[in-house]
């Protein structure tokens, strides 16, 4: 007596090219009809074993996920990207090029658009690092149009959304960048709420900077959300110290005048 059966083979193959890893899933199903006796491999999936074969049905297809959700270097898309994607199809923008550096800024970060960068110079010669801001292009669309010393004071107001993204063009010890961040904040907040420059030593996990290292400070009114170098991510919640950072990379002393000057000409062309 004949009765029907169903045949299924599943096939995972992971393999690794020169520039990426892949996840390729394979899985195939077909329906055949054999004889009891026909002695095939064949074989039937019983009710007690379908839970099984759907669950193995939903790891393949979450690593099939996993693997387009991902970069061609096989790791997940940062939130500073170059590449906006809409649909399958990718639109690249080209980053900006620090000059004095040559550190590559992506032209998106955490939802906003890069509009300027500079580079930090101590002792008149070494480039400790690269900086650049990324402004919300709504939020300044009311005030892009208007005379240089009203686009400063806009600046200066940390209620005006923007990231601060900091790369370094050379290594450096933790406590050294710290003392530097610190140095500049302290005699802007005249003395008041300086608990939350502890706050920030806390926020940089006890590793020394490498050239590369990256670290982001996402500025919202009297909030402060930081992502430290190894990506590990706080809040300061203090308008005195947010004030003080802005001052610190936007006001007439700031520490780098050319991101500054380059940030001011960038907002125009938001």
Same mark, same amino acid.
Do not use: W
């Given at each position: 007596?004949?009765s029907?059966?169903?045949?299924?083979?599943?096939?995972?193959?992971?393999?690794?090219?020169?520039?990426?890893?892949?996840?390729?899933?394979?899985?195939?199903?077909?329906?055949?009809?054999?004889?009891?006796?026909?002695?095939?491999?064949?074989? /039937?999936?019983?009710?007690?074993?379908?839970?099984?074969?759907?669950?193995?049905?939903?790891?393949?297809?979450a690593?099939?996920?996993?693997?387009?959700s991902?970069?061609?270097?096989?790791?997940?898309?940062?939130?500073?990207?170059?590449?906006a994607?809409?649909?399958?199809?990718?639109?690249?923008?080209?980053?900006?090029?620090?000059? /004095?550096?040559?550190?590559?800024?992506p032209?998106?970060?955490?939802? %906003?658009?890069?509009?300027? =960068?500079?580079?930090?110079? /101590?002792?008149?010669f070494? @480039?400790?690092?690269?900086?650049?801001?990324?402004?919300?292009?709504?939020?300044?669309?009311?005030?892009k149009?208007?005379?240089k010393?009203?686009?400063?004071?806009?600046?200066l107001?940390?209620t005006?959304?923007?990231?601060?993204?900091?790369? %370094?063009n050379?290594?450096?010890?933790i406590?050294?960048?710290?003392?530097?961040?610190?140095?500049a904040?302290?005699?802007? %907040?005249?003395?008041?709420?300086?608990?939350?420059?502890?706050?920030?030593? /806390?926020l940089?996990?006890?590793?020394?900077?490498?050239?590369?290292?990256?670290?982001? %400070?996402?500025?919202? #009114?009297?909030t402060?959300?930081? @992502?430290?170098?190894?990506?590990?991510?706080?809040?300061?919640?203090?308008?005195?110290?947010?004030?003080?950072? =802005?001052?610190?990379?936007?006001?007439?002393?700031?520490?780098?005048?050319?991101?500054?000057?380059?940030?001011?000409? #960038?907002? @125009? @062309?938001?």
């Amino acid at each position: 007596m004949n009765s029907s059966r169903l045949l299924i083979s599943r096939q995972s193959h992971l393999f690794r090219s020169s520039s990426s890893r892949r996840i390729v899933a394979a899985r195939s199903i077909s329906s055949s009809s054999s004889s009891s006796s026909s002695g095939t491999a064949a074989y /039937k999936i019983s009710s007690s074993a379908q839970p099984a074969a759907a669950t193995a049905i939903l790891i393949a297809s979450a690593l099939l996920y996993a693997n387009n959700s991902n970069n061609d270097y096989g790791a997940p898309l940062s939130m500073c990207s170059a590449a906006a994607r809409l649909g399958a199809e990718p639109t690249m923008l080209s980053p900006a090029t620090e000059p /004095k550096t040559g550190i590559l800024f992506p032209r998106l970060c955490n939802g %906003m658009t890069f509009v300027g =960068c500079g580079v930090r110079v /101590k002792y008149g010669f070494v @480039k400790v690092y690269a900086v650049g801001t990324y402004m919300d292009p709504l939020a300044m669309s009311v005030i892009k149009d208007q005379d240089k010393p009203q686009l400063q004071k806009a600046l200066l107001d940390p209620t005006y959304p923007r990231t601060i993204r900091i790369v %370094m063009n050379r290594n450096l010890s933790i406590e050294k960048y710290t003392a530097a961040i610190i140095e500049a904040l302290e005699p802007r %907040m005249k003395g008041q709420d300086l608990e939350s420059l502890e706050e920030f030593k /806390k926020l940089n996990p006890p590793v020394d900077l490498i050239e590369g290292a990256e670290m982001e %400070m996402t500025v919202r #009114g009297d909030t402060l959300l930081y @992502k430290n170098a190894v990506g590990g991510i706080g809040q300061i919640r203090s308008g005195v110290f947010t004030s003080a950072l =802005c001052d610190v990379f936007y006001g007439s002393e700031a520490v780098s005048p050319g991101h500054l000057e380059d940030v001011l000409k #960038g907002v @125009k @062309k938001l």
